[in-house]
């Protein structure tokens, strides 16, 4: 009897009750072998994370290779981005395909490598191809950045070459974002080079074909990971453009008077660049904001009268874009007092806007400081440099070398403290900064 009625429970136990909810035996809960398991592609951080250990390590190639090439460079200082762009190509589409097997060294520490869509590595030709869209936005920086080395502030053209480096940035920025975007936000975290090349970065011993893991999302996700990649590409690129073109505006007076002064102290072979006056604001605004220490509880202004006067050199700066020779160019600055006409003709144009604006704006700062502000003396430097852009500074050590200084003891501004102001008040935004 005990045994029939075991049987019997142990039947009506495979079947649930009335409606599905009856006394049966509970549904088995889940285990690890249900749940589905991680995507076999690698995610936006591991693969930026791979690419800052490849660019260390380009870096560390480049302070070998640069100043055993240093000479070269500088009498051919335009090769230097070319020989740049093709080492950095040479080591990704090299590691990228059959030799180095998908894996930079920053992809190798970590674990992921490139493989095809058909699951094997990457040919040489889609290797190739695969870099070449990858850095393309670099290629096109840094063509802007040549053609703009090229129309030195004071050339007629250098407006025309804005504009033109604007068309080739503001696409190079849009295809930039939508690259690690499209990496960030769809669910296959594809770039543009991949999408373009078939191919995607496989985590290290996944459990999952990419083939599977594709099948398995739904279409909706691309489509929303689309959109939000072209809306970002397009707002941030439109964003580049307007600041670009707003400090274009700010700077046509700087770029008049460069142009104008070129036209009475030119140095052939040489470009200048004058003292940036917003930037000097902002120095000023540091050392007003400096806190001052009152010195046996006395005002500073009255019985320290350093203290209560900021004092700030003006610099204009003579460089030339590869070798200089040092004995040719002190032979021209003295025979043409190069260093004094260019000091004097700052000081005799004092009233343009480029120097007037700057001017009001001193004069605003030490009203509302209650300090003096001096901007003397006037220092001319001659230097010797190799193209010197953010990314070339990104990608390797860079050369800048003072040939010579001059320094004129003239002011150029001295504006005394009003009187009735106080001394050392509270912090204050610089004039420029409420525009």
């Given at each position: 009897m005990s045994e029939q009625r075991i049987d019997i429970q142990k039947e009506l136990g495979s079947h649930r009750g009335l409606f599905g909810m009856g006394g049966g035996q509970s549904s088995p809960e889940p285990t690890e072998s249900d749940t589905p398991p991680p995507p076999p592609v690698a995610g936006f951080w591991l693969r930026a994370l791979a690419f800052v250990i490849d660019g260390i390590a380009l870096f560390f190639l480049a302070t070998l290779w640069r100043p055993a090439m240093l000479e070269f460079f500088l009498a051919h200082p335009l090769w230097l981005y070319p020989v740049h762009i093709l080492i950095n190509l040479a080591y990704f589409t090299i590691l990228a395909g059959p030799v180095g097997g998908g894996r930079s060294l920053g992809k190798r520490i970590l674990g992921i490598e490139i493989r095809s869509l058909t699951d094997g590595p990457l040919s040489g030709k889609q290797a190739l191809t695969r870099t070449l869209i990858q850095w393309a936005p670099v290629i096109l920086f840094m063509t802007a950045d040549n053609l703009l080395s090229a129309h030195a502030p004071q050339s007629p053209g250098q407006p025309t070459a804005f504009w033109i480096t604007m068309l080739i940035t503001i696409p190079g920025m849009g295809l930039f974002v939508a690259n690690a975007a499209a990496v960030a936000l769809r669910p296959d975290k594809r770039g543009l080079h991949d999408l373009l090349t078939q191919t995607y970065v496989e985590k290290k011993n996944s459990e999952q074909t990419i083939s599977d893991y594709l099948a398995d999302l739904p279409p909706t996700a691309f489509s929303r990971a689309n959109t939000a990649v072209a809306v970002l590409a397009l707002v941030i690129s439109t964003l580049l453009a307007y600041q670009n073109v707003s400090a274009e505006r700010f700077r046509a007076p700087h770029r008049q008077f460069i142009q104008a002064f070129w036209?009475?102290?030119?140095?052939?072979?040489?470009?200048?660049?004058?003292?940036?006056?917003?930037?000097?604001?902002?120095?000023?605004?540091?050392?007003?904001?400096?806190?001052?220490?009152?010195?046996?509880?006395?005002?500073?202004?009255?019985?320290?009268?350093?203290?209560?006067?900021?004092?700030?050199?003006?610099?204009?700066?003579?460089?030339?874009?590869?070798?200089?020779?040092?004995?040719?160019?002190?032979?021209?600055?003295?025979?043409?007092?190069?260093?004094?006409?260019?000091?004097q003709y700052i000081l005799?144009?004092?009233?343009?806007?480029?120097?007037?604006?700057?001017?009001?704006?001193?004069?605003?700062?030490?009203?509302?400081?209650?300090?003096?502000?001096?901007?003397?003396?006037?220092?001319?430097?001659?230097?010797?440099?190799?193209?010197?852009?953010?990314?070339?500074?990104?990608?390797?050590?860079f050369h800048s070398k003072e040939i010579r200084k001059d320094r004129i003891d003239k002011p150029l501004f001295v504006i005394q403290r009003p009187p009735h102001t106080e001394p050392y008040p509270e912090q204050l935004q610089s004039p420029r900064s409420s525009e």
């Open positions: 036209e009475e102290n030119a140095l052939d072979g040489f470009t200048v660049f004058l003292a940036d006056p917003v930037q000097m604001e902002y120095y000023i605004q540091s050392q007003i904001n400096a806190p001052v220490p009152a010195l046996n509880n006395e005002p500073a202004a009255e019985t320290h009268p350093a203290t209560d006067t900021i004092t700030l050199p003006y610099h204009m700066y003579y460089v030339r874009t590869g070798a200089v020779d040092t004995a040719e160019l002190a032979k021209t600055i003295e025979e043409d007092n190069l260093s004094t006409r260019a000091a005799d144009h004092k009233e343009q806007a480029y120097l007037a604006d700057f001017e009001s704006a001193l004069r605003d700062l030490s009203e509302k400081s209650g300090r003096s502000i001096n901007i003397a003396p006037i220092e001319t430097f001659y230097i010797e440099t190799l193209p010197q852009t953010l990314i070339l500074r990104l990608m390797g050590p």
